[in-house]
């Protein structure tokens, strides 16, 4: 059994519609995958009525933005309920957040770019939470730069003079919300370095007090190193391994199913979950 556990659609910063992804899951020989959209649950229906169709079981989830100190943390919540009404209003409060965030890091760019927040807008979907990788597509489409990763580097590095923050919670508290609306918590790509500053064992020790039920290992932003690392620490601790590919469509190089998880470890999320996984 082939499972990716972490997955993105244009409902965030992926670039295909929730069905596409799953008939693309069904092409690339998956037979599970997770959709998990930063800080909303909004195409879990889409997704879950493509279903039958592919023949690829959903595990709906989502990837919730938190911070431990000054250094960004992100949280796969998987099978909780949408509707738990702490949860809800924290993602609510930072895709808010994002909105205006966005706005105010197309305003410093403006400075130095021929860049309007109608360019932007133009890269995303109706109702999506417009984030950096839409203010890169937009960098892209004016000729700018070659992709997003490029533009990712180069202009919209949390080091440099563009970027802004946004409103996040405390990830031992993230990791407590996930619990308390019936999700399974795992700490997504905690070594990726390449991204900016990571966090030390010694906040993964507390989250994992908080409840954090896995720690997402297999992960191409992970070096050899980093592997046998985490694989220790999560020993240690006594926390699950996934693999993912964190694919975004052609948002990214990632490809569907490069890192998969084991079908033991799906059945313990099972297991945990407060909501169903959606089978053919």
């Given at each position: 059994m082939r499972i990716d556990l972490h997955?993105?659609?244009?409902?965030?910063?992926?670039?295909?519609?929730?069905?596409?992804?799953?008939?693309?899951?069904?092409?690339?020989?998956?037979?599970?995958?997770?959709?998990?959209?930063?800080?909303?649950?909004?195409?879990?229906?889409?997704?879950?009525?493509?279903?039958?169709?592919?023949?690829?079981?959903?595990?709906?989830?989502?990837?919730?933005?938190?911070?431990?100190?000054?250094?960004?943390?992100?949280?796969?919540?998987?099978?909780?309920?949408?509707?738990?009404?702490?949860?809800?209003?924290?993602?609510?409060?930072?895709?808010?957040?994002?909105?205006?965030?966005?706005?105010?890091?197309?305003?410093?760019?403006?400075?130095?770019?021929?860049?309007?927040?109608?360019?932007?807008?133009?890269?995303?979907?109706?109702?999506?939470?417009?984030?950096?990788?839409?203010?890169?597509?937009?960098?892209?489409?004016?000729?700018?730069?070659?992709?997003?990763?490029?533009?990712?580097?180069?202009?919209?590095?949390?080091?440099?003079?563009?970027?802004?923050r946004y409103h996040a919670p405390d990830a031992v508290a993230a990791v407590g919300l996930v619990r308390g609306a019936g999700g399974v918590p795992v700490f997504a790509h905690p070594r990726a370095v390449l991204r900016g500053r990571v966090v030390g064992d010694d906040v993964i020790r507390e989250m994992a007090g908080a409840g954090l039920a896995g720690l997402e290992v297999h992960h191409r932003d992970h070096a050899p190193a980093a592997v046998a690392e985490l694989l220790a620490l999560a020993d240690e601790l006594g926390l699950f391994v996934t693999g993912s590919s964190d694919y975004h469509g052609a948002g990214k190089p990632n490809r569907l199913g490069e890192h998969t998880t084991d079908p033991q470890v799906l059945a313990r999320i099972e297991e945990q979950g407060r909501m169903p996984v959606v089978r053919p």
């Open positions: 997955t993105h659609s244009r409902v965030s910063d992926g670039t295909d519609a929730p069905a596409t992804l799953m008939r693309d899951a069904a092409a690339a020989g998956l037979d599970v995958v997770a959709l998990t959209d930063h800080d909303t649950t909004a195409g879990w229906a889409e997704a879950a009525d493509a279903v039958p169709a592919t023949g690829v079981a959903l595990v709906r989830g989502t990837e919730i933005s938190a911070r431990a100190g000054r250094m960004s943390v992100h949280l796969l919540s998987y099978l909780h309920d949408p509707d738990d009404p702490a949860l809800v209003a924290q993602l609510l409060a930072s895709r808010g957040s994002r909105d205006t965030r966005a706005q105010d890091m197309v305003t410093r760019l403006a400075v130095d770019y021929e860049l309007t927040w109608a360019d932007v807008q133009a890269q995303a979907q109706p109702g999506t939470t417009i984030g950096r990788p839409h203010i890169a597509d937009a960098l892209v489409a004016k000729g700018y730069l070659t992709d997003r990763s490029a533009a990712f580097e180069r202009v919209l590095s949390p080091a440099g003079p563009y970027y802004v």
